[in-house]
């Protein structure tokens, strides 16, 4: 079915001799790409380089390809900027919590997704974002996004190209978000919805917080926009989503945003929660994820 194809929406890179990825510090001039990850199936990215290497460790052990005390080596070492790990058909992927850094790391692995010849129908990228913070739900929860939406509330994504606003969409695979809920189900050990995300420009103004150093409206404004949000559909906020379903709806690319709330924003902005109940908290996302692929893959 070609609608599942994968595809590049640049003709110009049929012209290039050799395509250098160099926010991963791959390139086709020095790296074989159907050889290093021709078998990939599943593409979880996430924040930082330790959370991802731990999903990869975890991952391993759930699909009996590694155990304690194995260790998987960083696919991107040359680079700081981000990390890369892999087992079998698991990719874990480290990227910014900044809009920008994700646009440019998600044009390379969408070109490097080509470049494996990764064309069948299965093939999906799941969003891990471990951090984020609820309108209306308790602190826990996972939320399987249906929707990203802008600060306004829309499902869009906007960015200016040469001088004039691009307007995207940021739709998800519905049939994966119901896969991922029904996986939740099975599960049975926290609570799940799917909803709609709000993707913002900043942690603090951007997402109607008091705590930050410059705050120029009142309590009460604020929790009339978080009101307003949830109402809409709003379940959770961060600031990535968009620009990820943006590209895998021009991709081609089966994709989903997997997140665990740490706070109830009507409640107030700090997180107080001990570090052992936000660890616990972050693992949730990734059973989930995990549990997924595992039944994907027939192991279940």
Same mark, same amino acid.
């Given at each position: 079915?070609?609608?599942?194809?994968?595809?590049?929406?640049?003709?110009?890179?049929?012209?290039?001799?050799?395509?250098?990825?160099?926010?991963?510090?791959?390139?086709?001039?020095?790296?074989?790409?159907?050889?290093?990850?021709?078998?990939?199936?599943?593409?979880?990215?996430?924040?930082?380089?330790?959370?991802?290497?731990?999903?990869?460790?975890?991952?391993?052990?759930?699909?009996?390809?590694?155990?304690?005390?194995?260790?998987?080596?960083?696919?991107?070492?040359?680079?700081?900027?981000?990390?890369?790990?892999?087992?079998?058909?698991?990719?874990?992927?480290?990227?910014?919590?900044?809009?920008?850094?994700?646009?440019?790391?998600?044009?390379?692995?969408?070109?490097?997704?080509?470049?494996?010849?990764?064309?069948?129908?299965?093939?999906?990228?799941?969003?891990?974002?471990?951090?984020?913070?609820?309108?209306?739900?308790?602190?826990?929860? #996972?939320?399987?996004?249906? *929707?990203?939406?802008?600060?306004?509330?829309?499902?869009? $994504?906007?960015?200016?190209? @040469? &001088? %004039?606003?691009?307007?995207?969409?940021?739709?998800?695979?519905?049939?994966?978000?119901?896969?991922?809920?029904?996986?939740?189900?099975?599960?049975?050990?926290?609570?799940?919805?799917?909803?709609?995300?709000?993707?913002?420009?900043?942690?603090?103004?951007?997402?109607?917080?008091?705590?930050?150093?410059?705050?120029?409206?009142?309590?009460?404004?604020?929790?009339?926009?978080?009101?307003?949000?949830?109402?809409?559909?709003?379940?959770?906020?961060?600031?990535?989503?968009?620009?990820?379903?943006?590209?895998?709806?021009?991709?081609?690319?089966?994709?989903?945003?997997?997140?665990?709330?740490?706070?109830?924003?009507?409640?107030?902005?700090?997180?107080?929660?001990?570090?052992? #109940?936000?660890?616990?908290? *972050?693992?949730?996302?990734?059973?989930?994820?995990?549990? $997924?692929?595992?039944?994907? @893959? &027939? %192991?279940?």
């Amino acid at each position: 079915n070609r609608e599942n194809f994968i595809h590049l929406c640049n003709p110009h890179l049929e012209k290039m001799r050799e395509d250098i990825l160099y926010h991963f510090a791959l390139g086709t001039g020095t790296h074989d790409f159907p050889v290093l990850f021709g078998d990939v199936k599943f593409v979880c990215v996430g924040g930082s380089p330790s959370r991802m290497k731990a999903f990869i460790t975890y991952i391993a052990e759930e699909l009996g390809l590694g155990g304690p005390g194995c260790d998987y080596p960083n696919i991107c070492a040359g680079t700081d900027r981000y990390a890369m790990y892999k087992v079998g058909p698991v990719l874990s992927v480290s990227v910014s919590t900044s809009l920008n850094q994700i646009r440019d790391t998600k044009q390379d692995w969408v070109k490097m997704y080509v470049l494996c010849v990764w064309k069948q129908s299965i093939n999906y990228i799941v969003e891990l974002c471990l951090f984020l913070f609820t309108a209306g739900l308790e602190p826990g929860s #996972v939320v399987i996004t249906k *929707q990203s939406v802008d600060a306004t509330f829309k499902p869009q $994504f906007e960015q200016v190209i @040469l &001088g %004039k606003t691009v307007v995207r969409s940021t739709n998800l695979d519905e049939q994966l978000a119901k896969e991922l809920m029904q996986c939740s189900k099975e599960i049975g050990q926290f609570n799940t919805v799917i909803g709609n995300t709000m993707c913002t420009l900043d942690f603090y103004e951007g997402q109607g917080r008091l705590d930050g150093a410059i705050c120029l409206y009142n309590e009460e404004e604020k929790l009339q926009y978080l009101k307003e949000a949830y109402d809409s559909g709003v379940r959770n906020i961060e600031m990535e989503s968009s620009v990820f379903a943006a590209m895998c709806n021009l991709s081609g690319v089966k994709a989903a945003v997997v997140c665990v709330t740490l706070l109830n924003r009507l409640e107030g902005d700090q997180i107080s929660s001990s570090h052992d #109940v936000l660890v616990e908290y *972050q693992q949730r996302p990734q059973k989930l994820v995990g549990y $997924f692929i595992k039944k994907s @893959l &027939g %192991k279940i």
